[in-house]
């Protein structure tokens, strides 16, 4: 059950984040463009790290409490995108540079991503309604 949630929490995140990145493309990578400019994290971020670490505990406690099958999907895809979570809290400045340069200058890439992120939101949603 709890994969399940974790799978809509995931998917829902990811479509909300890939849609608006398509629609409201200059606001939302405005306002990103303006906290990962920042020397210090702001509140918001944060909160993402918070939101990230949250699902980490919750997948671990559902992977060591609840096993289902294929709940590795998520156990080893959540453990990645954490130690990405890691390197954001503990290498601030240059991430957060890196970040701000790829929204500058690459704005296909930008487009390509949200329209992955979109996809991957759609095998999270498989995942909840097929598999767990």
Do not use: C, P
């Not at 990230?52 to 990645?80: E, P, R």
């Not at 540079?97 to 498989?126: C, E, P, R, Y």
Request: glycine share 6%; aromatic share 20%; net charge positive.
């Amino acid at each position: 059950m709890l994969f399940e949630l974790i799978s809509i929490i995931l998917g829902t995140t990811a479509l909300i984040k890939g849609l608006a990145g398509i629609f409201i493309h200059d606001k939302l990578y405005g306002w990103a463009e303006s906290h990962y400019s920042k020397k210090e994290k702001s509140r918001t971020i944060y909160l993402f790290l918070v939101y990230a670490f949250l699902m980490l505990a919750i997948t671990f406690y559902a992977t060591i409490y609840q096993y289902t099958a294929y709940g590795w999907i998520l156990t080893i895809f959540i453990s990645v995108m954490s130690l990405k979570t890691i390197g954001l809290i503990f290498n601030w400045e240059k991430t957060s540079q890196k970040l701000v340069a790829f929204i500058k200058h690459d704005g296909k890439k930008i487009w390509l991503l949200d329209i992955l992120v979109i996809f991957l939101s759609m095998i999270f949603f498989s995942l909840a309604f097929f598999v767990y």
